[in-house]
């Protein structure tokens, strides 16, 4: 029994005098500098200590903090430069700017001044959260939770004012995330895997209830063999091969339910490697495929800037008419959305051959001319 009672002697003369917790407090303040200071704002040493104590409940004292942050800097220094602790202070005692973390003598107060990105990297990454339809709501805002974790509270509050530019038409479908990874499984080839068909189930909306999108085909699945993922306008799209009618389709991966790998080898591999891939959201418009044709079409110069951005001048022929218009030669694949698509620019554009797309332009007016005149 007395062996005890020394052993626990022991421990209370070992642990006093000792403060609580000090082994987690230089992570602590790392994370406190990371969210609340940056190059604008500083932040004292003593405020430093009040907010160990009253956040973490951590004991902290002004010389602790000094000697916290300059172990801080060399250990980000030697884990960025796969260098020793030793060396680390080498070099920041030749180069006192390869500090994370300085003492703004002006503002008198430290503050983060490297990180591995730049604050504009993060409100870009935040931007195209945003304009992603294919996230729903919960999703993009826990996405952009993770991303402003990585510049400080001032920056985050930017970026949210600066970043909600319109109301954007976010999916429902929860599940999109799960569907990208099942369709990246299914074509993968790790691993001697052979890349396999899937199904799912097509949603649609309904007149009758636009909260909630229904099954198309009375809930029958479909059955494709994936090749591609694609972003076009803010939508992520599967390019898959269509076994009913021997060609590539794109599906919307929002729309897409209970994706499911069938362990069938896939099909379509001659026609998937026909295609140009890179070019492929050029020539098929709003992702609705067609027949390919070589097409010429006549834009009056102002146009220039919005026929570039949709064909790029890769592969594309330009060509000066006169000094009011300008034509291009492009491969494109013939839809409805085409023909929309020239329709939008009004007389500004005109579509010069081949005669069988002139045709079926026209016919295209003359159903649209028919509706109004019925």
């Given at each position: 029994m007395r062996k005890e009672f020394d052993e626990e002697d022991e421990l209370k003369k070992s642990t006093r005098g000792k403060k609580n917790n000090q082994k987690m407090k230089p992570f602590l303040v790392y994370q406190y500098l990371m969210r609340h200071t940056d190059e604008n704002h500083v932040i004292r040493a003593d405020d430093i200590c009040l907010a160990m104590a009253e956040t973490y409940g951590i004991d902290a004292e002004r010389r602790g903090i000094y000697r916290d942050i300059d172990e801080i800097n060399?250990?980000?220094?030697?884990?960025?430069?796969?260098?020793?602790?030793?060396?680390?202070?080498?070099?920041?005692?030749?180069?006192?700017?390869?500090?994370?973390?300085?003492?703004?003598?002006?503002?008198?107060?430290?503050?983060?001044?490297?990180?591995?990105?730049?604050?504009?990297?993060?409100?870009?990454?935040?931007?195209?959260?945003?304009?992603?339809?294919?996230?729903?709501?919960?999703?993009?805002?826990?996405?952009i939770k993770i991303l402003c974790e990585f510049v400080s509270?001032?920056?985050?509050?930017?970026?949210?004012?600066?970043?909600?530019?319109?109301?954007?038409?976010?999916?429902?479908?929860?599940?999109?995330?799960?569907?990208?990874?099942?369709?990246?499984?299914?074509?993968?080839?790790?691993?001697?895997?052979?890349?396999?068909?899937?199904?799912?189930?097509?949603?649609?909306?309904?007149?009758?209830?636009?909260?909630?999108?229904?099954?198309?085909?009375?809930?029958?699945?479909?059955e494709v063999s994936p090749y591609a993922l694609l972003i076009n306008d803010g939508n992520y799209y599967l390019l898959a091969y269509n076994d009913y009618v021997k060609d590539?389709?794109?599906?919307?991966?929002?729309?897409?339910?209970?994706?499911k790998?069938?362990?069938?080898?896939?099909?379509?591999?001659?026609?998937?490697?026909?295609?140009?891939?890179?070019?492929?959201?050029?020539?098929?418009?709003?992702m609705f495929g067609g027949e390919q044709q070589v097409i010429t079409i006549q834009f009056i110069n102002p146009l220039l800037d919005a026929v570039v951005d949709r064909f790029g001048k890769k592969g594309i022929l330009y060509n000066v008419i006169d000094d009011k218009h300008f034509s291009i030669t492009a491969p494109v694949e013939i839809s409805d959305q085409f023909y929309g698509w020239v329709l939008g620019?009004?007389?500004?554009?005109?579509?010069?051959?081949?005669?069988?797309?002139?045709?079926?332009?026209?016919?295209?007016?003359n159903k649209i001319r028919n509706i109004y005149e019925s």
């Open positions: 060399k250990a980000i220094l030697a884990f960025e430069e796969g260098i020793s602790i030793k060396e680390a202070a080498e070099w920041i005692e030749d180069d006192e700017s390869l500090k994370n973390i300085i003492f703004d003598k002006h503002q008198k107060g430290f503050c983060m001044q490297q990180r591995h990105y730049d604050y504009t990297d993060i409100q870009l990454l935040v931007e195209s959260i945003y304009a992603s339809k294919y996230l729903s709501e919960p999703q993009a805002e826990r996405l509270e001032f920056q985050e509050k930017k970026i949210r004012h600066n970043a909600i530019l319109t109301d954007r038409v976010k999916t429902n479908n929860s599940g999109v995330l799960n569907n990208i990874e099942k369709i990246d499984a299914a074509m993968s080839m790790e691993d001697k895997h052979t890349p396999e068909k899937i199904s799912f189930k097509y949603l649609k909306y309904s007149i009758s209830n636009l909260n909630q999108q229904v099954e198309r085909r009375h809930g029958s699945r479909y590539l389709r794109t599906y919307r991966v929002d729309r897409m339910k209970d994706v790998l069938l362990g069938v080898e896939r099909e379509g591999k001659e026609v998937f490697n026909k295609i140009n891939l890179k070019n492929y959201t050029q020539r098929v418009f709003s620019f009004g007389n500004k554009v005109k579509i010069l051959k081949p005669q069988k797309v002139v045709e079926g332009f026209t016919e295209y007016l």
